[in-house]
């Protein structure tokens, strides 16, 4: 569905998400042993910071999601007709 550049990308970005959380949650139970908010403050933090690029992606924003690649196709064909 994707190039190999794309997957391998993604693949690699996800490892790095993995070895990082795995260096930084260590230190991160034990600074919440002593203030309840480091841990699950910063965990909340985070999912909101990454929710916010989410909302605010030109590809998503103010449009309908489809359900079905061939529904996109069709959409995307279908807008590509029509700009040019």
Same mark, same amino acid.
């Given at each position: $569905?994707? *190039? /190999?550049c &794309?997957r !391998? =990308?993604? #693949? =690699?970005i &996800?490892?790095?998400a &993995?070895?990082i959380s795995?260096?930084? =949650?260590p230190a #991160?139970?034990?600074?919440g042993k !002593?203030?309840?908010f480091?841990?699950?403050?910063?965990?909340?933090? $985070?999912?909101?910071?990454?929710g916010?690029f &989410?909302?605010c #992606? *030109? %590809? /998503?924003?103010?449009?309908? #999601?489809?359900? /079905?690649? %061939? %529904?996109? %196709?069709?959409k995307?064909s279908g807008? =590509? /007709?029509n700009g040019v």
């Open positions: $569905m994707f *190039p /190999t &794309v !391998n =990308s993604a #693949l =690699s &996800v490892r790095q &993995v070895t795995g260096v930084i =949650s #991160l139970i034990a600074a !002593n203030v309840a480091m841990s699950y403050g910063v965990f909340g933090l $985070m999912i909101g910071f990454c916010l &989410v909302v #992606l *030109p %590809e /998503t924003k103010d449009d309908a #999601l489809c359900d /079905t690649m %061939e %529904e996109q %196709e069709q995307e807008a =590509s /007709t």
